[in-house]
């Protein structure tokens, strides 16, 4: 069964700082994607990044990048230069051949001013 | 944004009563789904839809059930309210499967006394 693992319940990082949120996966499918929503007060579901699993270049987006560790099943988000709009409940996600998401339990994020 | 509205925002329902929840489209997307978001297990996919008629239960689907009779519109239906079925209730939708994000709506927070 697919399944994935936030095992960071709450992280805390300074305003401008950088901030490494882990995640790890597993899936028997051998094509899939990799996702990383935000979740602010407001409770909308944000798109931050995704990653193509057959492609070895690590997604970014701004100041949100991926570190994407195949053979380790490991899907990490980096923030760098934190602000204070970032805070919020970060999930990760896997989708294979139907797309049917696979949530992670999230990491809550406090940026300290 | 993606054209998503759910309705009603915010339901107060009793026990053993039914209810239904509306997800409406403006995008034209094929696919759609309905999740249930609770403290712990983050996102959980209940139904999927991946077009009109065409739907397929996904890993929490017990005392649930969903219809698509046009497009635009996915509706969940609960025949009989249960304590266990209070939740935030997202609605997503998808233009493919694989390698397009699901965009999702603001969400149902529902609650069964």
């Known amino acids: 069964a697919q399944t994935v693992t936030q095992s960071q319940p709450e992280m805390s990082v300074q305003e401008a700082e950088t901030v490494t949120l882990s995640c790890t996966y597993d899936?028997?499918?051998?094509?899939?994607?990799l996702f990383w929503y935000k979740q602010p007060p407001s409770r909308q579901m944000i798109l931050v990044i995704r990653?193509?699993?057959?492609?070895?270049q690590n997604a970014t987006e701004n100041r949100f990048s991926v570190n994407f560790q195949k053979a380790a099943k490991s899907f990490s988000l980096k923030i760098s230069d934190s602000q204070l709009g970032d805070a919020a409940m970060y999930f990760c996600?896997?989708?294979?051949?139907?797309?049917?998401?696979?949530f992670g339990t999230g990491t809550l994020l406090a940026v300290q001013p | 944004d993606a054209g998503i509205t759910q309705s009603p925002r915010h339901k107060v329902t009793e026990t053993g009563t039914p209810v239904t929840l509306r997800c409406h489209q403006t995008?034209?997307?094929?696919?759609m789904y309905w999740y249930r978001q609770d403290p712990g297990h983050g996102l959980r996919l209940i139904h999927y839809s991946y077009g009109v008629k065409d739907t397929d239960k996904g890993e929490v689907s017990d005392g649930y059930s969903v219809s698509r009779s046009k497009t635009e519109d996915f509706l969940l239906t609960l025949e009989s309210a249960t304590s266990s079925q209070t939740s935030v209730y997202f609605c997503a939708i998808s233009e493919a499967t694989r390698d397009q994000p699901q965009h999702f709506g603001d969400g149902t927070r529902l609650s069964i006394l």
């Open positions: 996600a896997e989708g294979g051949a139907t797309n049917k998401l696979i």
């Open positions: 899936t028997s499918e051998s094509d899939y994607y």
């Open positions: 995008e034209n997307h094929r696919y």
């Open positions: 990653q193509e699993a057959y492609k070895q």
